[in-house]
């Protein structure tokens, strides 16, 4: 940290800033904040008492559809002839899989009780464009148990033999979904139901498009054509291009049944939801948009969030940033702190290559560029997109982003400002502790600033980081 920044530090009386707690991966930073900060927060909406007893209730009485064991009496062949494939979501949705209180093991043991072998049961990761799964994450997610009995593979995109031509989609382009679940006699989609900043919500149809289909059709999903849309946001499916295309194709495919949960801001699980495709999937948004829309009465000067769980990756915590634009105004100040505990911190090749691309250029050349008829499609130009309508909103400059899992040499990709530099004693290897430090000292620099243009400013907190959905009430628009 330089002399002039020091200064500025011990400008700033924090005597009265009040502490708060600020969800970092697993651990929680105290991060004091000014005394008259806004604390943003979701509803409070009870977790299940019972989440057993819960996805057991939701398997036997579904919603809009029969029951699996009712779907598998109507399929025409013995169940012991019968091949199952269950989708599920990778590492970087923490949808609640694991263990007896889990969805994963009460649905399978319905499968084998309907008298569907193991041997017949492929549990297929539906990892989009996302990297393969390890091992490590395999046992993370589902437990040592579902590795022993059942086999699980991870989709490719890139995989054409591995992948079955479908048909066309609504936009016209040839679909291509992965085989083993295409090929399935008894087809099951299982996933997590949140906000989803480009498709609404996800969940229920995302399971097969962009999970499970091929790299083409997952371009043409986080397509500019498709983002760009301003029903391409949160909570929001009516007109929404994304969940239009995602719909539609996983209708071609053909879902025979999907079990979903919903989460609380401390990822316990608030509701299981069994059934059709479309008809479950709707009563789990129903639920999540009562709890996750934040209303805001103003827009605010200096915005601190965090990367939740998602926040795995900068790749990922991008949703961080997003989401909390409605609570900022514009030309304010946005702090992110986001434990990148990933393998990947910042993310693969393609993402890193593009986000510095986005860094040395700016929003407005990064669109044109990305939009240009010669431009080549290129993996993971969506999520640099994302942080360009940040950056429609605030400078690079007034975004501080905070962690200590990405070495400086490594920052130099990343637009905004590098967390690093709020520390007193930047050299070495910092801790997580370390974090408190930079958000802390960012804080008071971003008052400082404020007050050197004779601004007091307004200053507030988003509790659930990417999970709520702050909304401008002033507006009147509550997305929906």
């Not at 479950?280 to 999540?288: N, P, R, S, T």
């Not at 805001?296 to 940033?321: F, M, S």
Request: glycine letters at 8%; a negative charge.
């Amino acid at each position: 940290m330089d002399s002039e920044t020091q200064r500025k530090l011990q400008e700033i009386d924090t005597a009265d800033w009040k502490p708060i707690p600020v969800e970092y991966g697993q651990e929680i930073l105290s991060v004091r904040v000014p005394p008259g900060c806004t604390i943003l927060s979701m509803k409070e909406i009870p977790p299940l008492a019972d989440p057993r007893a819960a996805v057991e209730e939701a398997l036997s009485h579904p919603i809009g559809s029969p029951t699996i064991e009712a779907i598998i009496a109507k399929k025409g062949k013995p169940a012991a002839e019968i091949r199952a494939a269950v989708t599920v979501s990778d590492i970087t949705r923490p949808v609640p899989y694991k263990g007896g209180k889990g969805i994963l093991r009460p649905l399978l043991n319905r499968l084998e009780a309907a008298g569907i072998p193991r041997s017949g049961i492929t549990i297929v990761v539906g990892n989009g464009m996302h990297r393969p799964s390890t091992r490590e994450e395999h046992v993370e997610m589902f437990g040592d148990d579902i590795l022993r009995d059942y086999r699980i593979v991870d989709h490719n995109c890139e995989d054409l033999p591995s992948l079955t031509f479908v048909g066309k989609s609504q936009t016209g382009g040839d679909v291509f979904v992965n085989s083993v679940f295409y090929g399935a006699d008894l087809r099951i989609a299982t996933g997590l139901v949140e906000s989803h900043y480009m498709a609404g919500l996800s969940g229920g149809r995302k399971s097969i498009c962009p999970g499970l289909v091929d790299k083409r059709t997952i371009e043409k999903f986080h397509s500019p054509a498709f983002l760009e849309s301003p029903k391409a946001q949160n909570l929001v499916l009516e007109g929404n291009p994304c969940h239009e295309e995602s719909l539609a194709i996983a209708r071609t495919v053909g879902v025979d049944f999907i079990v979903n949960a919903t989460l609380d801001k401390d990822l316990r699980p608030t509701g299981i939801f069994a059934g059709d495709l479309v008809a479950a999937h709707k009563a789990a948004g129903d639920l999540v948009r009562d709890y996750v829309l934040v209303p805001v009465e103003r827009e605010y000067d200096i915005v601190l969030t965090h990367g939740g769980y998602v926040g795995r990756n900068h790749y990922q915590a991008v949703k961080a940033a997003h989401n909390a634009l409605p609570a900022i105004r514009k030309g304010g100040t946005l702090i992110v702190a986001a434990d990148n505990r990933d393998r990947e911190p910042i993310g693969g090749p393609e993402y890193r290559s593009l986000l510095h691309m986005l860094k040395i250029q700016g929003e407005e050349h990064y669109m044109r560029m990305i939009e240009a008829p010669g431009w080549c499609f290129t993996k993971d130009q969506w999520e640099p997109e994302m942080w360009a309508k940040v950056f429609r909103k605030i400078a690079a400059e007034d975004f501080v982003y905070c962690t200590h899992t990405i070495p400086r040499e490594d920052y130099c990709m990343i637009p905004g400002q590098c967390g690093l530099d709020y520390l007193a004693d930047p050299e070495g290897r910092p801790s997580a502790e370390a974090v408190r430090e930079m958000v802390e000292n960012a804080l008071r620099l971003a008052v400082a600033q404020h007050r050197a243009r004779g601004v007091e400013p307004a200053v507030a907190f988003i509790r659930e980081g990417p999970y709520a959905i702050p909304y401008l009430k002033a507006t009147g628009k509550v997305p929906s």
